[in-house]
């Protein structure tokens, strides 16, 4: 039975309720909005990766017509300047040392942005440079500065469960879990396996850049940004500038892209900061490039040891993961907490001991990102995979399948056991590239891989349906609309149990001053959790609209039921709209549902809410001559429970594999002593449209496992992070050539087709250094 | 036992919540609002009172450089173009004929006002001069021209009351009420009186004048307004443009003044219209003398006829009052529906006849104002009764109350009973002149009236009350605050119901995207029937908190009690913020509160939902050299059951008496052969502080007797309707001279005293003719 024959609208691919007004370019963004009297900002930008502020002169600056305000540190006095979601340890503008290139270390702000730019370029700053640490072994190294000597706890925001923070060698968070006895594992085990991998930093890259107006007064502060994190926002400059949650505003329209790099607390801090000192509203948008200086992916090098028996029976794992999170924690720590059960894959070990850090750097803060330290894991843990597969001579997809773990089973002892068939999902990847078949054209390699990821979806959300006097219907939710399609499958969810066309919905953008409470947008959450609060509020508007009915019609409300639009009793008719007409007595009023999710509430208690699994399999054609590798098909297949809208499901997956595609082939930021080398979209190749493999392909399995409403779990993140393990797995069994470090470039791959043995796999080095590259760097 | 007994924040003057943002210039209106891309407007009005229109060119405006748009009649096909709350009589741009000076005919965008005024300047018109109607006696004349032809029913704004409509000559609507049999009263009565009384137009006068700023797409309307009505507007914008409710927003900010003027739709199907032919978003901000064009009150005359017994019994009246309506119904039939009952007077009559006609004329159109209909009977019926006083040689008070209802006694059958004291605040605004002394110096004179209105409070409101994880609340309620102090009222009764002091609840604009229904702000309905929804919210916000408190402190609910924003339960507390936080398991997360209120619901289902009702006494001083009269003393009562702020309900009934001394002493917006002489505040005079009483004093009633929270009525309106009475009573006792028509400028009163014997009174004449004026006209 499909989606179809119970539902009327959920499991439909209605088309997008936003898309001809993106295409049209009706819809409005952030940057579209024109606030009275608003001042452009410009900020100024340290040029060093780490050195003392001596002096900040802005009298020059000042002297400038047109400039409304000049902020500096000088002008934190009276609030607390630091922020920050897992630790506050960063200030608004640099106070007394800068801590990467691209600092904010002031901001001008001016009638328009031509002046605000002179203005900002004519801010007089003294530094004192300092020893800048590049890398997380030199951070970690003995005798390295310390770039941070005191942090204040985040307080409130340790949401549900506590993040451990540690500084010593400049470590910003660890996290570890160890289950079983290690050591005997390995003793137990028939061979072991160790290899290191490394993953670059990745940019967002989102079409929208960061983008925030403010404005300030004694009564509160008013925020438009593009922020994926309005009610998190709230609280934040709540705390920072010393106002009640009810006097904070934060209005987000249309975000052009956000995928992690618009979570929590970006630029809107220091914009605010900036009006409030202007006494009047302030802009800021970025450049792509600023932006690029703005967050960042944590690069990261993991060093995975696997013991197994001889039948592939997998026994022990020990995992080391190093990420570099550069100058300040941003979503560090839940990076790393979240990374750790990422390096167990979603296999059957009895023994493991995992340890993962956040590393200080003098480097652009890295923070949350499409499947938050998944990617840098599953690529460390799915080639390893394949390395050991071949060792012992069995196939890939048989090895994964006798090791996976069933319906059920527990990854981590207390939590929530598996609630996917991993295994359907893994066959139906390796199908989708005719995976049995095994005959390989020169150059042609076929790989897999798979991911289980616990996204750390929170459960709380709460929602507002309202019925108006004509039957149309408005949705009030705070799930931000990122380009993911959320407006459409929370509008179909209450269509759906309001039993009315799609048509008959509208869901608006956030307005923190009267759109209810949203934990966030992220974690592949929306649809699981704000849709099961979205759906209580109309089944309670439902309930309150039948009663409505009960009464005008003179009947028990048991027997009634709604129907297109209508409440039918027998041969009692009375369309909504009417029934609130009569109910109210006129021709307005309006009936509200409200819905609420907690934990314990309406969702099922166990966490995470949900397991988030992707698996990938590639067909690859490489290039001998120029090392190029073209993706022949690429599958990406997520289990979904229950697809509410399939077609965005699928443009979700594909958006995230394309993602994927960008770090496995094309990007890196690169640094050089310090300095961010291409930070800019010519120079860092993002996929485009020639990138898309020659067969992209996806597919969903439905089995109404989840815990969200119909069955739905989440998903639209998994789809990253089987990619790069896939392609590089694929390039293995087509050349021999087994690389450890991404991207995959045509010189990279080149260099490592030199080095293997044609024809045979360039097997793993068995113990290689701790600190070695396994190839040669590009 | 005061009310401040009782409750801790009901029954006390805090401080307006809007004070300083006003008067430091924080607050924003509509006109301070910027639309991105938006354009100004300017409105081509029509320089005949009644025309035909033979052809409109706009070729030469078009080719203005910076004309966005020029919107005619010929864009009007597609749409229906006709609105009107009562009668959907009125085009938004003259179609074939223009029926009043001042009637759009055209309207210009374009990149600025200077522009756009140029460009109205270049819309060429030719028009054919029709005979027009410039007053009631004209347009009801044998042969008179009709103006309208055919009128479509407002259909659904036919709000739970029938508007009888009728059109023979030139009748836009008729109003009747009889009980009894009049003819036998007059025979069975010792004396009767018939008198003639003529009230002016006056106009609202609103700081801020009528101001719009509309956006239209294919996905909907957005609109800003001054409205005071905006879920009515989003109904009537919804009904013309052939949208959805849920696609027409209506977002009213703070609005400058009201007055009923800016009641139901006035500019705002214009401004939408020419929007959406200009493809981008208009503004038009009217000027002082535009408003003063757009909407005014009704100029009337009345024919009043009582007959009594000796010792001063009232036995029978008829009366018949004519109003100018205007070109256009807008909301005439309400306030001839409304002017009914007011022609009773608060009295026991046995038999009586009432008959209300309004009346299209070629003037500007009469609408709502301050207490529908009631300076206009009210100025009839309380100077008729005083000459009905003189001549019996009873003492005006004395006769008042002899004649009052009491308490439960019906002033209409079927309607509800009286709910006040009459006496009580008759009886303490004679007090406050020293009413019993009755020592006249020379030249001084005291006066008293009072009036009983039904200010047809329609009992259909909603509210939302959210309570955030710092325990700051929001209130989502969509009066609007125009001035007269809603927010702070409305938010005094969530804080009271919710234990906490006012700073924590914050009460927003309306915009009907996100807030929930309120029929409107007007009838002095806000604070008893939104009141009553705001409480039921604040209520039901309540009943969930004590609730998630119980779940936290593990105590049942019912042994739980809020004090200061505290959950108490024996030694166990838990502030509201902590309790919210904990029942949603993190740092956010919100409780939501929702109350309705409809017929038969929260309020007591009689209606009028309550009766409201004023007295005034006034002791004033008449130069017998110029005519002018000083008001010494003003005393204005009005009987509120109780005073949630009475600060505020003293500055609103002062109000209301000032706007009452303006009509009495001064205003009038004179026409001459169809033209509007003085429609600017220059050559109209409207009260200055220079004209404030020299004691300006007012009483409050507060019995608990209301049937709103607390025993609260409303308030606000009915400290206009006594003025003009009670002045012309005083001066009347002063001088003997009777004057029959307002306002009562110095040049009039100067004639009554040549025409008067000194030292007696002008008695009234005993049947006076028909049409004949009863003094001389300026």
Not at 21 to 32: I, L, P, Q, S, Y
Not at 309 to 333: C, I, M, Q
Not at 469 to 496: F, M
Request: charged share 25%; proline share 6%.
């Amino acid at each position: 039975m499909s989606a179809g024959d119970l539902h009327t609208l959920v499991g439909k691919s209605v088309p997008r309720i936003d898309g001809i007004e993106k295409v049209t370019g009706a819809a409005r963004f952030t940057g579209d909005l024109v606030i009275p009297d608003m001042l452009d900002a410009k900020v100024v930008r340290s040029p060093y990766p780490h050195a003392l502020i001596e002096s900040i002169d802005v009298s020059e600056a000042m002297r400038l017509p047109g400039v409304g305000a000049i902020l500096t540190r000088d002008d934190l006095q009276d609030i607390n300047p630091y922020y920050g979601n897992c630790l506050r340890d960063r200030p608004l503008l640099a106070l007394d040392r800068v801590r990467f290139v691209g600092e904010p270390v002031a901001a001008a702000a001016a009638i328009d942005k031509t002046i605000a730019e002179e203005a900002a370029s004519l801010v007089k700053i003294r530094y004192r440079e300092l020893a800048s640490l590049s890398t997380v072994g030199e951070a970690m190294a003995e005798g390295a500065p310390v770039l941070h000597e005191k942090i204040f706890g985040a307080g409130e925001h340790h949401e549900m469960e506590s993040v451990k923070a540690g500084r010593r060698k400049n470590i910003c968070h660890e996290e570890h879990l160890e289950r079983g006895e290690v050591g005997k594992g390995f003793a137990e085990s028939d061979e072991v396996f160790e290899e290191v991998y490394e993953f670059p930093m990745v940019c967002h890259s989102s079409m929208e850049p960061h983008t925030a107006i403010a404005s300030v007064d004694r009564y509160g502060i008013t925020l438009w940004s593009s922020s994926a994190h309005p009610f998190l926002v709230r609280a934040e400059l709540a705390q920072m500038f010393g106002f009640p949650l009810s006097k904070v505003r934060v209005v987000v329209p249309y975000v052009g892209g956000a995928f992690g790099g618009k979570s929590y607390f970006k630029i809107e801090p220091l914009v605010v900061a900036l009006a409030r000192k202007a006494g009047r509203p302030v802009r800021l948008i970025q450049s792509g490039s600023e932006s690029m200086l703005t967050n960042r992916r944590h690069s990261a090098r993991c060093r995975i040891k696997t013991g197994v028996k001889r039948d592939g029976t997998l026994v022990a794992r020990e995992a080391e993961l190093f990420l570099d999170t550069g100058a300040y924690a941003d979503n560090g720590p839940r990076v790393a907490s979240r990374a750790v059960t990422r390096l167990l894959g979603p296999y059957h070990i009895r023994h493991y001991r995992i340890n993962v850090s956040a590393v200080y750097t003098n480097t652009v803060p890295a923070g949350s990102m499409r499947s938050i330290g998944g990617p840098q894991s599953i690529w460390a843990v799915e080639s390893h995979m394949d390395v050991i597969a071949e060792r012992l001579g069995l196939d890939p997809l048989e090895f994964r399948l006798n090791n996976l773990l069933r319906r059920g089973e527990e990854l981590k002892p207390g939590g929530r056991p598996i609630d996917a068939d991993l295994a359907q999902g893994l066959e139906k990847a390796a199908s989708m590239v005719d995976w049995r078949r095994r005959s390989r054209a020169p150059g042609r390699g076929l790989g897999l891989a798979l991911g289980l990821t616990d996204s750390e979806a929170m459960p709380v959300s709460t929602a507002i349906v309202r019925l108006l006097a004509d039957g149309s219907i408005l949705l009030n939710a705070g799930t931000t609309e990122v380009g993911q399609g959320a407006r459409t499958v929370l509008s179909q969810i209450v269509a759906e149990e309001l039993y009315v066309p799609i048509e008959r919905v509208t869901m608006h953008g956030t307005d923190t001053l009267v759109t209810p409470f949203d934990r966030s947008t992220g974690a592949s959450r929306s649809t699981t959790v704000m849709g099961t609060a979205v759906r209580a509020a109309a089944i309670d508007l439902r309930k309150q609209l039948t009663e409505a009915a009960a009464e005008i019609l003179k009947v028990s409300s048991d027997r009634i039921v709604c129907r297109d639009g209508e409440l039918i009793a027998g041969e009692k008719r009375l369309d909504y709209g009417k029934a609130v007409r009569t109910f109210f007595g006129m021709s307005g009023g309006e009936l509200i549902g409200r819905g609420y999710v907690r934990p314990g509430g309406a969702l099922d208690s166990a966490l995470p809410v949900f397991w988030e699994t992707g698996m990938g399999a590639a067909d690859i054609e490489v290039d001998s001559e120029t090392g190029e590798i073209r993706l022949k098909t690429y599958a990406t297949v997520a289990d979904v429970g229950l697809a509410i809208n399939p077609q965005q499901c699928e443009s979700q997956d594909e958006g995230a594999a394309l993602m994927g595609i960008g770090h496995t082939l094309f990007e890196s930021l690169h640094y050089d002593s310090g300095q961010p080398i291409n930070p800019n979209l010519i120079d860092y190749h993002v996929p485009t449209v020639a990138d898309i493999p020659d067969n992209f392909e996806s597919a969903l399995i439905e089995n109404r496992d989840g815990p969200g409403p119909y069955g739905i779990k989440g998903m639209g993140e998994s789809g990253v992070v089987s990619v790069a393990p896939a392609v590089a797995n694929a390039l293995a069994q087509a050349t021999g050539a087994r690389i450890r470090e991404l991207p995959l470039t045509p010189e990279r791959v080149w260099r490592a087709l030199k080095r293997a043995r044609p024809g045979s796999f360039d097997t793993a080095p068995a113990k290689p250094a701790r600190n070695e590259p396994t190839e040669d760097h590009p």
